[in-house]
Nanobody, 119 residues
Framework: QVQLVESGGGLVQAGGSLRLSCAAS????????VGWFRQAPGKEREFVAS????????GYATSVKGRFTISRDNAKNTVYLQMNSLKPEDTAVYYC????????????WGQGTQVTVSS
């Protein structure tokens, strides 16, 4: 079983940038595909970005495409989410999650990190 811990959240002005990290322990993250999700107050959790275990393929929600970049460093057992041109509507708790290589369901979740974008 893999444990995930997010970090890098904080308060930033609109137009600014943040880089979130998702660090894994327990098992090597290279065995897992990883996704980032977010949940704003009063809203359902939504998909943000994903990356396959190999890092070859990535996917993004339409709302963040061109502004956010997901990447991974398997040597550091960490996945990143670089967020640029942040908007107030990006304010949410951001979670990373992991799924087995061939699975479609994310079984392992971190505790989340708060991102607040002020206007």
């Amino acid at each position: 079983q893999v444990q995930l811990v997010e970090s890098g959240g904080g308060l930033v002005q609109a137009g600014g940038s943040l880089r979130l990290s998702c660090a894994a322990s327990g098992r090597t993250l290279s065995s897992y595909g990883v996704g980032w999700f977010r949940q704003a107050p009063g809203k359902e959790r939504e998909f943000v970005a994903s990356i396959t275990w190999s890092g070859v393929s990535t996917g993004y929600a339409t709302s963040v495409k061109g502004r956010f970049t997901i990447s991974r460093d398997n040597a550091k057992n960490t996945v990143y989410l670089q967020m640029n041109s942040l908007k107030p509507e990006d304010t949410a708790v951001y979670y990373c999650a992991a799924r087995e290589r061939t699975a479609t369901i994310y079984l392992y979740w971190g505790q989340g990190t708060q991102v607040t974008v002020s206007s």
